[in-house]
């Protein structure tokens, strides 16, 4: 009996040790871990990409882009979509001339070899009311037309010398609404080879513009968008001048 209760005895003493050894209070395993998270080493980023994570960005937004068309390719997109009509009205024609009923092809017109711009515009941003754009159109000799803008034709001719244009997208003028619209200016823009001289063309849009800026009060700006001056016209004539040398047409001038 005694034996056995030296043996329970032993087998406490033997717990309480294993208790003592094994199991530790949660307040010290909290410590242990804290002073572990405070040795552990991140692994290094860049500047360049550390965040704080209280910090969150918005996702940057690209800025919305302005779709309408700039002046130089309003210039281009009415000179292609004028070429397409006419080589269209052409086949046509040829279509129906045919003895066979569709199988003549007409003439396709061929793309310009260069397109020449001038911009009247007044200026901090005044706008020209349909009313007077009109009036001063006239007064310059211009023609309302085909593809509802205006016109300098030559005669005997079947192309325009150059053409004028709204400066707002589609570039198309409404003939029914001169009294209520406005625009911030006109494009004047002519296709090479014209139905005369390069150099002839230039010096008659020129002309013109200089005439519809004076009309208007507005300035005269080249292909960058700056004022015409001497220098910037005896440079625009030259490479007209040049255009007439390759292509064999002779001037005087």
């Known amino acids: 009996m005694d034996s ?27 410590r242990n871990h ?5 040795t552990r080493r991140e692994p290094r980023m860049d500047a360049a990409h550390q965040r704080d994570p209280d910090d969150r960005q918005e996702p940057k937004l690209e800025p919305e882009r302005d779709t309408r068309s700039s002046p ?3 210039a281009a997109g009415l000179a292609s979509a004028r070429l397409t009509t006419l080589a269209s009205e052409a086949e046509e024609e040829s279509t129906a001339a045919s003895p066979q009923g569709g199988s003549g092809r007409g003439h396709r017109q061929a793309p310009p070899d260069k397109i020449v711009t001038l911009y009247v515009q007044r200026r901090e941003g005044r706008r020209i009311n349909g009313s007077e754009l009109l009036d001063a159109a006239i007064k310059a000799g211009m023609v309302f037309g085909e593809m509802n803008i205006f016109h300098r034709l030559h005669e005997g001719a079947t192309e325009p010398v150059f053409s004028m244009a709204d400066l ?3 570039g198309n003028f409404d003939p029914s609404n001169w009294n209520v619209f406005d625009t ?15 150099l002839d063309a230039w010096d008659a849009m020129l002309a013109t513009a200089s005439r519809m ?18 220098q910037r016209i005896a440079q ?10 390759r292509h064999g047409l002779g001037t005087s001038r």
């Open 4 to 30: 056995l209760r030296i043996v329970l005895i032993l087998i406490g003493l033997l717990v309480l040790a294993a208790i003592v050894l094994f199991h530790k209070p949660a307040g010290e395993s909290r």
């Open 34 to 38: 804290q002073r572990w998270l405070s």
């Open 72 to 74: 130089s390719n309003l």
């Open 168 to 170: 707002t997208a589609p």
């Open 184 to 198: 911030s200016g006109v494009t004047f823009f002519m296709t090479l080879p014209a139905p005369i001289s390069a």
């Open 213 to 230: 800026g004076e009309l208007l009060d507005a300035d005269v700006l080249d292909d960058a968008r700056c004022r015409v001056n001497r």
């Open 236 to 245: 625009l004539r030259e490479s007209m001048r040049d255009y007439d040398r």
